[in-house]
């Protein structure tokens, strides 16, 4: 039996996230992140025989939830670095804990030990009561296997044993591993997948990073499989941080079909909250940038692929397009499919982004007039992720990630001396830079830390930086106004505004909060200071279904693979 997660229109479920949707073991209970037309993004909880779906309070911007083995508590995570835990029935949000770094995967030991992936510096699969206290290593990194993340673990209770996707470098996609907690022997099952999903009855379910769910007969006690994967139906949404599934213990699946395209459209929302949409909608694979005129907005549009060098790299391509701000017109600039990580010239006449070359990346330009073919701009060593061209066009910033994922700040010349200069280099520093923005009159550049989501400022002609924000932004961007001294960043409680004071130290003057503004969206901020744009998902409930007892349809897939061997 199939139906709709959530038939209200007014629903929007985000799919999008790493673990978009959790099912409680008995499967009676779902809990998944969507918004509604008089609310932001928060979690929501669906009982398995109950046709509407409610809000849970205080979720606002919570994220990849997971349920309790008794199915009482869901834990989330938000800001990508607090964990909290809320009862299923309601009541008062409890705080867990801060998280060292970034996290994104929960999976529950027991009623009272929560797993979680941590990424960046100490990376590894961490152990944390569910009552609070202090996060201890429970799956320490593989160094003989060179291993640099270790992703979305999954606990099997009974047997004692994490199922994690780990990460090498020059693998196009992470692989199956299984590690046993009472004695620390790994076992790598050289499946291509990033994460288990499942152990139903003697198959590990598991999912690769096209969509293809699978299912694979594995020994548990011996640590190693007994026979060949399979194939199964059907096949999900991917995007680059996961797969668009959910499944039970008891085989109750709810999952994004795969083909589905995010549709979304664009906002103009000012900062007393008066929201006008943009005409039209889109389907937008990245996060949107105002014009230097104020007059279009550049987005990447399309279903997009995932590409690059190895899975822990790539990035979501699409094609370059223009949206005239009072029409919504929109104007293709690239037709490849190849664009990544775009902005604008400051002198409004050129996009600048990320293109995959091979199995490399390079920095390019294109006309948005279509006045000239689009051109490389800048080779790099490692990956370019996001990029931030200076003022005087001499220069940009960009970020980049090697195959260990280390993050490099650098500055690129555009002199033709092929100069480059390593502003923050994460190898020998904590802070592991992201989504760099330059002030508009050069003179400092603001970009959020990896490892703690935080807020910071550094002077591009110096060493002088300063953390400016107290407790984090996520992944959201950090935008500058028009008169360089004033920032703006997505926190847990709306949209935070500072006041930068640059003399005679850098230091923050002054702090407020703009409530109501939508969280975990996609935004950019106009030049003039005054209106933001923001990306609003729609129509999203009725693509997602929810499979109860799709572990009969399983069953069926893998006897009749067994029947032809």
């Known amino acids: ?40 993004l928060r979690l929501w909880v669906r009982r398995i025989g ?45 705080k867990v804990a801060t998280l060292d770094a970034v996290s994104a995967t929960l999976s529950w030991a027991s009623n009272e030990a929560i797993f979680f992936e941590q990424i960046g510096p100490d990376a590894g699969i961490h152990r944390i009561d569910a009552s609070g206290g202090r996060a201890q290593l429970a799956v320490p ?75 694979v007969p594995i020994d548990l006690k011996g640590m190693q499989t007994r026979g060949d994967p399979v194939r199964l139906d059907p096949s999900v949404t991917a995007q680059g941080t996961g797969t668009a599934v959910g499944l039970s213990e008891a ?76 029409s919504g017109e929109p104007t293709r600039i690239t037709n490849d499919n190849q664009a990544a990580s775009s902005s604008w010239t400051p002198d409004n006449k050129r996009a600048l982004y990320t293109k995959a070359v091979g199995r490399g990346y390079e920095l390019w330009t294109a006309p948005v007039d279509g006045s000239a073919p689009a051109a490389r701009l800048v080779e790099l060593n490692d990956i370019p992720v ?48 992201n989504n760099p923005r330059v002030s508009p009159d050069g003179q400092w550049v603001a970009y959020t830390d990896r490892t703690s989501s ?12 300063l953390q400016v924000s107290t407790g984090g932004t ?8 028009p008169d360089s001294r004033r920032l703006y960043y997505a926190g847990n409680g709306g949209l935070v505004a500072i006041e930068l004071q640059t003399s005679p130290t850098l230091g923050v003057f002054r702090r407020h909060v703009i409530s109501g503004f ?19 998902p729609v129509r999203a409930s009725a693509d997602v279904f929810v499979a109860v007892d799709w572990v009969s349809e399983a069953r069926a897939q893998w006897q009749a693979a067994r029947g032809r061997e």
Request: aromatic fraction near 6%.
């Open 251 to 326: 085989g109750t699946m709810v999952y994004q079909a795969a083909g589905v395209a995010p549709v979304a459209r664009l906002e103009l929302v000012d900062t007393t909250g008066k929201v006008r949409p943009i005409p039209g909608e889109f389907v937008i694979a990245e996060a949107p940038r105002f014009s230097p005129d104020g007059r279009r907005i550049l987005a990447g549009i399309g279903a997009g692929t995932s590409g690059g060098p190895g899975a822990a790299l790539r990035l979501f391509l699409s094609d370059l397009w223009t949206i005239d701000v009072v």
């Open 386 to 433: 996001a990029s931030s061209m200076m003022p005087d066009q001499r220069s940009v910033i960009v970020e980049t990630r090697d195959p260990g994922v280390s993050v490099v700040l650098l500055r690129a010349w555009l002199d033709g001396s092929r100069r480059i200069d390593t502003l923050i280099a994460s190898r020998g520093e904590r802070v592991r830079p």
């Open 1 to 40: 039996m199939r139906f709709a997660l959530a038939d209200d229109p007014s629903i929007s479920i985000n799919a999008s996230t790493t673990r978009p949707f959790a099912v409680s073991p008995d499967g009676s209970t779902i809990v998944f992140q969507a918004a509604a037309d008089s609310m932001g």
């Open 141 to 215: 990194l593989d160094t003989a296997a060179h291993e640099t993340r270790q992703r979305r673990p999954l606990v099997l209770r009974d047997a004692g044993i994490v199922v994690y996707g780990s990460y090498v470098p020059d693998e196009d996609e992470p692989s199956i591993v299984l590690y046993r907690l009472a004695d620390g022997r790994r076992a790598r099952l050289n499946l291509p997948g990033i994460g288990a999903l499942a152990l139903i009855e003697d198959r590990l379910i598991y999912a690769r990073g096209d969509g293809s769910l699978m299912a």
């Open 454 to 465: 935080e807020v910071w400022v550094r002077l591009l002609n110096g060493t002088t930086a």
């Open 50 to 94: 109950d046709p509407r779906a409610r809000p849970l309070a205080g979720t606002e911007g919570g994220i990849n939830a997971a349920i309790s083995p008794d199915g009482e508590w869901v834990a989330f995570i938000t800001g990508n670095r607090e964990l909290r835990k809320v009862r299923l029935s309601g009541g008062d949000l409890i």
């Open 518 to 536: 939508p969280q975990d969206a996609e935004y950019d901020i106009a030049p003039d200071g005054k209106t933001f744009v923001v990306v609003q």
């Open 474 to 481: 996520g992944f959201n961007p950090v935008v500058w106004g």
